[in-house]
């Protein structure tokens, strides 16, 4: 089984890339979140998961352990196939969905193509034990108030023209760093700093 890949990309998009490493092309499958952190760069060494079928082999990419270790957990819940876990890491940051899960916000994984309340409920019921006991108990949960500020700064900078990726770095890291930003004036001012 394979475990990464290092070599050339020789091919990207937002949803794959092709890496090469003697003379073989690796069609590796990701999510947006490692394509923010491959986009600019032309040797990688991408960490892979491996899906057997019958019919196909297929790799996803992972630019941390700490994606693929959650698409692992996403992908062991009956119903979630490969594909639905990476667009669950495409829509939201694996810090996200590890908070969504261990704060049993059904209502995070609305924005996600293709789950409803009902695959959101089993997600969290499957999961929500093993990422609490992988964080020693205690959740790190985004308060329901710095969610909507952090949606509507994200749509405030999208509209005066910021590409959404890098603002949503931005924006996921104010949140932590600084919990008791409240305006969301003050989130887009911060957020504007972090990205000049």
Avoid: C, W
Avoid at 179 to 194: F, S, T, Y
Wanted: proline residues 4%.
């Amino acid at each position: 089984m394979l475990s990464y890949i290092k070599g050339q990309i020789t091919f990207k998009n937002p949803g794959f890339i092709i890496v090469e490493t003697h003379g073989l092309g690796y069609h590796v499958n990701i999510s947006l979140h490692t394509y923010a952190t491959v986009e600019k760069l032309e040797q990688v060494k991408i960490l892979v998961h491996e899906h057997i079928k019958e019919d196909s082999h297929t790799l996803y990419g992972f630019a941390a352990e700490e994606e693929r270790h959650l698409f692992r957990h996403l992908i062991s819940v009956s119903g979630i196939g490969p594909g639905t876990a990476q667009l669950i890491l495409s829509t939201l940051q694996p810090a996200e969905v590890r908070s969504a899960i261990i704060g049993e916000q059904v209502q995070a994984f609305k924005t996600v193509k293709g789950i409803g309340p009902k695959t959101a409920k089993r997600l969290i019921l499957d999961l929500k034990d093993k990422l609490l006991k992988e964080n020693d108990g205690a959740p790190v949960t985004l308060t329901p108030a710095n969610n909507t500020l952090r949606e509507e700064a994200l749509s405030a900078l999208a509209a005066l023209a910021f590409a959404k990726i890098p603002v949503q770095k931005a924006l996921n890291k104010i949140v932590k760093t600084q919990p008791d930003v409240q305006k969301v004036e003050e989130l887009i001012k911060l957020a504007l700093r972090e990205l000049s």
